[in-house]
């Protein structure tokens, strides 16, 4: 399982747009085959800073979603929106009982 926090910290006149385009990112992402989950979470502590959780089944699949078209047409936008560079890190896992 590969597991992936991509941070974003977003310019405040441009969050509606970048939520609205992540929106469509999700949508899409979540239809993919090797998909587990793909989710945007608001940072409560950091104005304007968010989060996309994304859990794959495996290597091969993140590699099918970087290259997707509504990956890559997200990738092209996402300067508009952003106020620093995206800290992007990966972990590979396993599931574990609570």
């Known amino acids: 399982m590969i597991i992936t926090h991509v941070r974003f910290q977003i310019k405040p006149e441009q969050e509606q747009a970048f939520i609205q385009e992540a929106t469509a ?3 899409e992402t979540r239809k993919e085959t090797g998909n587990i989950s793909y989710e945007l979470v608001k940072n409560i502590e950091e104005e304007y800073t968010y989060t996309m959780m994304e859990t794959w089944e495996n290597e091969e699949a993140t590699k099918l ?3 997707s078209t509504h990956f890559t047409a997200f990738v092209q936008k996402a300067p508009e929106f952003l106020a620093g560079p995206i800290q992007a890190k990966g972990y590979v896992g396993e599931e574990v009982s609570l």
């Open 65 to 67: 979603h970087n290259s």
């Open 25 to 27: 990112l999700i949508t």
